[in-house]
């Protein structure tokens, strides 16, 4: 495969022109400073590596490169020595997965979360201000080691979780002959962190309407200056108590899943963003819609028994079981994200920005932020007790590397490709031939939406988004999906249908259209547009000339107030 001139590989390792390595663009689509990759390297790739031993994977070996400053992984193949031997290590494979498949609820309340919450105990039981260097750095090696067995946890259920998802929706379609968003309304309606966390936010703004002070900070204050000016009434003050509380809970969420952007909890601007958007909606019960949608799903369920009634009993059998374990699959999808990708990665955060204060007190760094562009090795071996800059100019170099390969579009694939390597598929979308004014993507969640495109590249943008709008975005991780009760339709450039946003989009009843290629760069904001989430398609049909140019005969979708449909 011929490495673009722009986008050298890097030669010190031989083996790796032979690998097959790819850049993930939907959770890790920046440059990466060298900390942060460390996590997302070595404790991601040995949580896979730990998983695919677990159930028999034919996976001898997951390497990550930091290639450029991006993330981009190679899986080796673990090559049998005989024919029989690779038949034996799939039918182990396949009867632990199904094992696994079985038992996924249980597994998650009896063993993996439980653990999950002693190692949270551990990291806000430990004293990081005031604990002395040296048990500050013997604290990183063991905060690693439990991170590393995190990331073991999330890819032990994470295989198990796609594939009970994926194989009640094959056998859905294989039944019925429906599309695959129809076998996911059989899933929908259930709670799970994500949902709650935009819900407890929705709530937060009903108690805020209440007010007319703390409605007139949030409303007419950029961010920081509306705390300020919250904190001087009672109302205000009463407010950003429950403020806190909200923050305290789900408050370890970022913008994206890398360590080095900033939480809610320290910054506090996405959350007041959002809030915004949810008082120009005056109306809304959350909790009517949630049952509404449940009561939906339970009568989808009942008509697909109704229909396989005359059908062998092993036919039902399977039917029942794969839907059990699709639904539990589909909650874990959100609660795993909740207590690993957020509030685990968290307590890592608090510490490497500890070592930051430490290194700003004794004048090594300029800023608490600056340690993420130091390496592990670096951490371990510095002395505190010395005053000294020469940490100031490394940070520069790694700052001016990162910047240099912030405009360079990293390629999908580099290395060696096999017959098997991912390509660019029909998940990125293109402009089709006879349409030139529709982009093809893939479905995320089932609708047709009308309305005024809003492009939108960071939370910190949250405001400009309106009720009744389309936001348009280039990735996201969960955090972004309290946006969703104020969108008319949603449009991503990268993500799948198994993508946290698909999944809880499904739940807010928004349309949704992913791996829209460019999408942020080819629609324009005010852009009138035709969102099909089922066909995975935008229409840019109205141009740019506002609400009034749609056409008689269609009718927008009314702006959203509630936060399910």
Request: charged share 25%; hydrophobic share 40%; aromatic share 8%.
């Amino acid at each position: 495969m011929t490495k673009p001139p722009n986008f050298p590989m890097n030669k010190a390792v031989p083996e790796d022109a032979q690998l097959t390595w790819v850049h993930d663009a939907v959770h890790w689509p920046d440059p990466m400073p060298p900390l942060a990759f460390a996590i997302a390297g070595h404790s991601l790739a040995q949580g896979l590596l730990a998983a695919a031993r677990s159930y028999d994977l034919p996976i001898g070996d997951v390497r990550v490169r930091r290639i450029n400053t991006y993330r981009y992984q190679a899986t080796v193949p673990l090559v049998s020595a005989c024919e029989d031997e690779a038949g034996a290590r799939k039918k182990r494979s396949r009867d632990k997965l199904r094992a696994a498949i079985t038992g996924l609820g249980q597994l998650w309340t009896d063993e993996w979360l439980p653990e999950i919450e002693r190692h949270l105990a551990y990291w806000e039981g430990f004293d990081l201000h005031g604990a002395p260097t040296s048990a500050l750095v013997a604290h990183l090696d063991e905060t690693l080691a439990r991170m590393t067995r995190m990331w073991e946890i999330h890819f032990v259920l994470h295989y198990p979780m796609h594939r009970a998802i994926k194989q009640f929706t094959s056998l859905h379609q294989e039944l019925f002959g429906s599309s695959e968003l129809d076998a996911y309304q059989l899933l929908q309606g259930f709670d799970n962190r994500t949902i709650q966390m935009g819900r407890a936010l929705w709530v937060l703004s009903r108690q805020a309407l209440a007010d007319h002070p703390v409605v007139e900070a949030i409303q007419s204050y950029a961010a920081a200056d509306a705390l300020a000016v919250l904190g001087r009434s009672a109302e205000g003050r009463a407010f950003l108590e429950d403020l806190a509380k909200y923050l305290k809970e789900y408050g370890c969420r970022r913008e994206k899943l890398s360590l080095e952007h900033t939480s809610w909890s320290e910054d506090s601007t996405p959350v007041l963003q959002t809030l915004r958007t949810y008082l120009a909606q005056p109306h809304g019960d959350p909790y009517a819609e949630r049952d509404a949608l449940a009561v939906a799903r339970e009568r989808l369920v009942s008509e697909a028994r109704e229909a396989l009634r005359d059908y062998p009993w092993t036919i039902v059998n399977e039917f029942e079981q794969r839907l059990k374990a699709a639904q539990a699959a589909t909650v874990l999808m959100e609660e795993h994200n909740h207590w690993i990708d957020f509030r685990a990665m968290h307590q890592l955060r608090r510490l490497f920005l500890e070592f930051g204060s430490r290194l700003v007190a004794c004048g090594m760094l300029e800023a608490e932020r600056d340690v993420f562009y130091l390496t592990l090795d670096e951490l371990r071996q510095t002395d505190f007790s010395h005053h000294r800059s020469s940490l100031r100019g490394l940070v520069r170099e790694r700052q001016a590397e990162m910047d240099r390969f912030r405009g360079t579009t990293p390629p999908p694939v580099l290395g060696t490709l096999g017959s098997d390597s991912p390509r660019m598929s029909s998940r990125c979308s293109s402009i089709a031939a006879t349409e030139p004014l529709v982009l093809r993507g893939s479905p995320g969640s089932s609708g047709r939406a009308w309305g005024p495109a809003r492009v939108v590249r960071t939370l910190e943008e949250a405001g400009k988004l309106q009720p009744g709008d389309v936001l348009v975005a280039r990735t996201a991780s969960s955090s972004w999906t309290p946006l969703f009760a104020t969108a008319a339709a949603v449009i991503f450039e990268t993500g799948g249908i198994l993508s946290h946003c698909a999944v809880v989009a499904r739940e807010y009843g928004v349309p949704m259209v992913l791996g829209i290629h460019m999408g942020t760069e080819l629609i324009h904001d005010g852009q009138m547009l035709e969102v099909d989430g089922d066909g995975g398609m935008v229409r840019l049909a109205f141009g740019n000339r506002g609400r009034s140019a749609i056409p008689a005969h269609i009718q927008p979708r009314a702006p959203r107030v509630l936060l399910y449909r």
